[in-house]
Protein backbone atom coordinates (compact mmCIF):
# COMPACT_ATOMS: atom_id res chain seq x y z
CA UNK A 1 0.00 0.00 0.00
CA UNK A 2 2.55 2.55 0.66
CA UNK A 3 3.85 2.76 -2.72
CA UNK A 4 1.15 3.04 -4.25
CA UNK A 5 0.53 6.26 -2.30
CA UNK A 6 3.98 7.47 -3.24
CA UNK A 7 3.04 6.60 -7.13
CA UNK A 8 -0.10 8.80 -6.53
CA UNK A 9 1.58 11.39 -4.95
CA UNK A 10 4.54 11.47 -7.32
CA UNK A 11 1.97 11.69 -10.18
CA UNK A 12 -0.19 14.43 -8.25
CA UNK A 13 3.32 16.34 -7.60
CA UNK A 14 3.92 16.11 -11.83
CA UNK A 15 0.56 17.53 -12.90
CA UNK A 16 0.97 20.60 -9.93
CA UNK A 17 4.15 21.48 -11.87
CA UNK A 18 2.61 21.20 -15.53
CA UNK A 19 -0.25 23.33 -14.29
CA UNK A 20 2.24 25.62 -12.88
CA UNK A 21 4.47 25.71 -15.71
CA UNK A 22 1.07 26.37 -18.41
CA UNK A 23 0.30 29.70 -15.99
CA UNK A 24 1.33 33.00 -17.17
CA UNK A 25 4.10 34.36 -15.79
CA UNK A 26 4.45 37.64 -13.80
CA UNK A 27 6.24 40.32 -15.47
CA UNK A 28 6.66 43.53 -18.13
CA UNK A 29 3.10 43.36 -19.88
CA UNK A 30 3.45 43.84 -23.93
CA UNK A 31 2.17 46.84 -24.93
CA UNK A 32 0.15 47.35 -28.21
CA UNK A 33 -0.18 50.57 -29.89
CA UNK A 34 -2.78 50.97 -32.40
CA UNK A 35 -3.43 53.99 -34.70
CA UNK A 36 -6.65 54.63 -35.32
CA UNK A 37 -8.59 57.13 -37.49
CA UNK A 38 -10.33 59.20 -34.41
CA UNK A 39 -6.54 59.01 -32.85
CA UNK A 40 -5.15 55.79 -31.37
CA UNK A 41 -5.42 53.38 -28.55
CA UNK A 42 -2.70 51.77 -26.23
CA UNK A 43 -3.32 48.12 -25.04
CA UNK A 44 -1.56 48.17 -21.83
CA UNK A 45 -3.08 45.06 -20.45
CA UNK A 46 -4.32 41.82 -21.88
CA UNK A 47 -4.47 38.63 -20.98
CA UNK A 48 -7.51 35.07 -21.15
CA UNK A 49 -9.96 37.33 -18.46
CA UNK A 50 -9.26 41.14 -19.46
CA UNK A 51 -7.92 44.13 -21.39
CA UNK A 52 -7.27 47.34 -20.07
CA UNK A 53 -7.03 49.99 -22.45
CA UNK A 54 -6.11 53.83 -22.75
CA UNK A 55 -8.08 55.79 -26.02
CA UNK A 56 -6.65 59.13 -27.30
CA UNK A 57 -9.39 60.54 -29.26
CA UNK A 58 -8.61 63.72 -30.94
CA UNK A 59 -11.23 67.11 -30.28
CA UNK A 60 -13.98 66.53 -32.70
CA UNK A 61 -13.15 63.11 -33.39
CA UNK A 62 -16.10 59.98 -32.74
CA UNK A 63 -15.71 57.24 -32.28
CA UNK A 64 -18.70 54.21 -34.30
CA UNK A 65 -21.88 53.67 -32.92
CA UNK A 66 -21.44 50.12 -31.94
CA UNK A 67 -22.46 47.57 -29.70
CA UNK A 68 -20.97 44.15 -28.24
CA UNK A 69 -22.19 40.85 -28.88
CA UNK A 70 -19.89 39.36 -25.30
CA UNK A 71 -18.07 42.36 -24.26
CA UNK A 72 -18.33 44.03 -21.36
CA UNK A 73 -16.52 47.07 -20.89
CA UNK A 74 -16.29 50.34 -18.01
CA UNK A 75 -14.74 53.52 -19.46
CA UNK A 76 -13.05 56.09 -17.20
CA UNK A 77 -12.68 60.02 -18.51
CA UNK A 78 -8.53 60.47 -17.54
CA UNK A 79 -8.93 64.44 -19.43
CA UNK A 80 -10.79 66.04 -21.79
CA UNK A 81 -14.54 66.60 -22.46
CA UNK A 82 -16.36 63.77 -24.10
CA UNK A 83 -20.24 63.06 -24.57
CA UNK A 84 -20.99 59.41 -24.14
CA UNK A 85 -24.08 58.66 -26.10
CA UNK A 86 -26.04 55.90 -25.26
CA UNK A 87 -29.00 53.74 -26.13
CA UNK A 88 -30.66 52.94 -22.70
CA UNK A 89 -33.15 50.01 -22.52
CA UNK A 90 -36.39 50.59 -24.40
CA UNK A 91 -35.20 53.81 -26.33
CA UNK A 92 -34.94 54.10 -29.69
CA UNK A 93 -32.48 57.08 -29.67
CA UNK A 94 -28.96 57.77 -28.12
CA UNK A 95 -28.73 59.82 -24.79
CA UNK A 96 -26.09 62.38 -24.86
CA UNK A 97 -24.41 61.94 -21.65
CA UNK A 98 -21.08 64.57 -20.87
CA UNK A 99 -18.73 62.65 -18.96
CA UNK A 100 -16.71 64.63 -16.51
CA UNK A 101 -12.80 63.54 -16.03
CA UNK A 102 -13.18 61.20 -13.03
CA UNK A 103 -16.05 59.75 -13.96
CA UNK A 104 -16.84 56.30 -15.22
CA UNK A 105 -19.38 54.25 -17.18
CA UNK A 106 -20.00 50.56 -17.75
CA UNK A 107 -21.58 49.31 -21.18
CA UNK A 108 -23.00 45.71 -21.03
CA UNK A 109 -23.49 43.37 -23.87
CA UNK A 110 -26.07 44.51 -26.43
CA UNK A 111 -26.18 48.01 -25.64
CA UNK A 112 -25.64 50.94 -28.27
CA UNK A 113 -23.35 53.01 -27.64
CA UNK A 114 -20.42 56.11 -29.36
CA UNK A 115 -17.84 58.54 -27.67
CA UNK A 116 -17.66 61.29 -29.07
CA UNK A 117 -14.63 63.84 -28.25
CA UNK A 118 -15.00 67.80 -27.75
CA UNK A 119 -11.84 68.38 -27.08
CA UNK A 120 -8.86 66.05 -26.96
CA UNK A 121 -9.51 62.94 -24.49
CA UNK A 122 -7.67 60.21 -23.15
CA UNK A 123 -9.71 57.62 -21.79
CA UNK A 124 -8.84 54.56 -19.95
CA UNK A 125 -11.17 51.11 -20.74
CA UNK A 126 -10.96 48.02 -18.99
CA UNK A 127 -13.25 44.89 -20.50
CA UNK A 128 -13.60 41.37 -20.95
CA UNK A 129 -11.23 40.21 -23.80
CA UNK A 130 -12.97 40.03 -26.93
CA UNK A 131 -11.20 43.01 -28.75
CA UNK A 132 -12.60 42.43 -32.29
CA UNK A 133 -16.23 41.85 -30.74
CA UNK A 134 -17.19 45.55 -32.13
CA UNK A 135 -20.28 45.71 -34.69
CA UNK A 136 -20.16 49.04 -36.27
CA UNK A 137 -24.03 50.48 -37.24
CA UNK A 138 -22.09 53.68 -38.57
CA UNK A 139 -19.01 54.93 -38.83
CA UNK A 140 -17.59 58.40 -40.22
CA UNK A 141 -14.91 56.84 -41.50
CA UNK A 142 -16.23 53.99 -43.61
CA UNK A 143 -15.72 51.29 -41.11
CA UNK A 144 -19.42 49.93 -40.56
CA UNK A 145 -19.68 46.20 -40.85
CA UNK A 146 -15.99 45.55 -40.03
CA UNK A 147 -13.81 45.11 -37.07
CA UNK A 148 -10.98 47.00 -38.80
CA UNK A 149 -9.37 49.40 -36.37
Not at 57 to 64: C, K, R, V
Not at 105 to 124: K, W
Amino acid sequence: MPKKKTAQRGAASRATAKRRAERPKSGRAKVTHVPKPWGHETIWAQSERYVGKILHINAGHELSVQYHNRKDETVHLLSGEIVYRVQREGDDILDDMKLKVGESFRITPGTIHQMVALTDCDVLEVSTPEIDDVVRLSDKYGREGTTEP
